[in-house]
């Protein structure tokens, strides 16, 4: 299982939403360059970074800071936020070098794009599952889309998605524990590679995640307030 820790950008800065609410943000560091260094020097190999702003618009906002991490750190990147036609994704994967783009909005409402990203790039797309009592969430988490989450992540599985990043929106940022149940049902019924991610709390949670099958998990919170510590966890990868 391999752990991500998470950069969440915000008005370029290091943030953390309640419950993925805009209205309710934490600013952990001004320095999202350095964050990502940290991590590095604690011994991580990827990062999940999101463009938080372009979630919710749609367009790309805090990419030169992303691309810098992906340059300058050596950092696997695993990014979402705003991925919504081929240019952009072009950019990401072929000029900036991001290892993995995450496509959350864009796979529930433009099917042909999704299709098309995952024939050219392949395992360098991941679809981002973003569940609120299991429907999925779209545009910054902001709608709701009437479509179960596993029914969906099974339909990406029909065009060739390997790998989905699941999240429990009402977990995260919460601090309250992963949604072992939910995870390990979507790992049993799609079989496909699940990053785990919303609630995890302590070096625990991320044992107790393990349990599901997923193939990863996203830690972000716990790390910056001190609940989690990384370096540990990522002996036990």
Request: glycine fraction near 12%.
């Amino acid at each position: 299982m391999i752990i991500l820790p998470a950069v969440d950008l915000l008005g370029g800065k290091c943030v953390r939403l309640l419950k993925g609410d805009y209205n309710k943000v934490t600013i952990y560091n001004d320095d999202p360059l350095g964050q990502a260094w940290a991590f590095r020097e604690a011994g991580a190999e990827w990062i999940h970074v999101v463009d938080l702003d372009a979630a919710k618009s749609g367009v790309p906002t805090n990419h030169e800071i992303i691309k810098q991490i992906a340059e300058k750190t050596g950092l696997k990147v695993d990014t979402g936020g705003g991925i919504r036609n081929m240019d952009t994704l072009r950019r990401w994967i072929e000029d900036y070098g991001v290892s993995r783009c995450v496509l959350g909005t864009a796979a529930v409402k433009d099917r042909s794009f999704t299709e098309k990203a995952i024939e050219l790039y392949e395992e360098k797309i991941a679809i981002g599952i973003d569940a609120k009592d299991g429907e999925v969430a779209v545009d910054g988490w902001t709608s709701g889309s009437g479509i179960d989450a596993v029914k969906f992540a099974l339909m990406m599985k029909s065009i060739g998605a390997r790998t989905v990043v699941f999240t429990d929106i009402a977990r995260d940022g919460m601090l309250t524990g992963p949604a072992v149940d939910s995870t390990k049902h979507m790992v049993e019924k799609t079989g496909l590679d699940v990053i785990a991610s919303g609630g995890i709390g302590s070096n625990q949670d991320i044992e107790d995640i393990r349990t599901s099958g997923c193939a990863g998990v996203i830690v972000g919170k716990a790390i910056y307030e001190g609940k989690a510590d990384l370096k540990a966890c990522l002996l036990r990868e």
